[in-house]
C-alpha cells in the first residue's frame, strides 16, 4: 500500500490504460484526508479534466448543494474520489478494461482513508463498488455493509440535472446518509 504522497504520483504519471493519450488530467481526488464519508463518481468529465478536479462542472456544482444539505464540504468534512481517474473521451461510460486498471487507485485510497461510509454516485460506481448488477432505480438509499463501510448509492448529479423528478428521493436519501452519520457518529 502507498501513502498518499506516493498514491497521487504513481497516479499522475499513470499509462495504465489508453485514456492516458487523451487526458489533460488525471484528477486524483479531493478531500479531507481524515474525513470518514467517502464519495465515489465513475469519472472525469470534461471540466474535471481542464481542471485536475473532480466535480467541478454543473453536475459538480450540484454535488456541493447535495452536500451541504447534510452539512458536508468537500473541503471540510468528506473526500470525493472516481472509479476511473481520467476522463473518458466523449464522457461515456468507463469500459470495465479501463476501470480494472484504475481501481488499485481507488482501493488504495480507500485503505488510507479507511472510510465508515461510502456513497456511490450514480449506477457505474455502484456497480463496481455495492454489486454488479445493481439497479440504480430500484437500489438507490439502500444500505449495505461490506468489508466494515457501510455503502450506498443515490443517482448521479448529472441524472438529477437531466430529470429533477429524481430529486424528491435523492433528498430522502441525502437524509438517509445524515442518519447513517449519526449511527455511526461521524462528525459533520
Ligand atoms: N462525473 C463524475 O462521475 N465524476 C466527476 O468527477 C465529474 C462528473
Not at 481524515?34 to 481542464?50: M, S, T, Y
Not at 466494515?148 to 430529470?163: C, F
Request: charged letters at 25%; aromatic letters at 6%.
Amino acid at each position: 500500500m502507498l501513502n498518499w504522497e506516493q498514491l497521487e504520483a504513481a497516479c499522475s504519471g499513470c499509462t495504465g490504460c489508453g485514456l492516458c493519450e487523451t487526458r489533460q488530467n488525471v484528477v486524483f481526488g479531493v478531500g479531507n484526508r481524515e474525513a470518514k464519508i467517502l464519495f465515489v463518481g465513475e469519472g472525469p468529465g470534461q471540466q474535471e479534466d481542464i481542471q485536475g478536479q473532480p466535480f467541478v462542472g454543473p453536475a459538480g456544482k450540484l454535488l456541493d448543494d447535495m452536500l451541504s444539505i447534510i452539512d458536508l464540504d468537500r473541503n471540510i468534512n468528506c473526500y470525493i474520489a472516481n472509479i476511473v481517474k481520467c476522463r473518458p473521451p466523449k464522457n461515456r461510460d468507463p469500459l470495465e478494461t479501463e476501470q480494472e486498471a484504475c481501481i488499485g487507485f481507488l482501493n488504495n485510497q480507500i485503505a488510507l482513508l479507511q472510510p465508515k461510509i461510502l456513497v456511490c454516485l450514480g449506477r457505474i460506481a455502484a456497480m463496481r463498488m455495492i454489486k454488479e448488477d445493481f439497479r440504480i432505480t430500484k437500489e438507490h438509499g439502500q444500505w449495505v455493509e461490506k468489508d466494515g463501510i457501510w455503502m450506498t448509492a443515490i443517482y448521479h448529479p448529472s441524472a438529477l440535472l437531466r430529470d429533477v423528478s429524481k430529486r424528491p428521493d435523492t433528498f430522502e436519501d441525502l437524509l438517509s446518509i445524515r442518519q447513517k452519520m449519526k449511527e455511526l457518529n461521524i462528525q459533520a
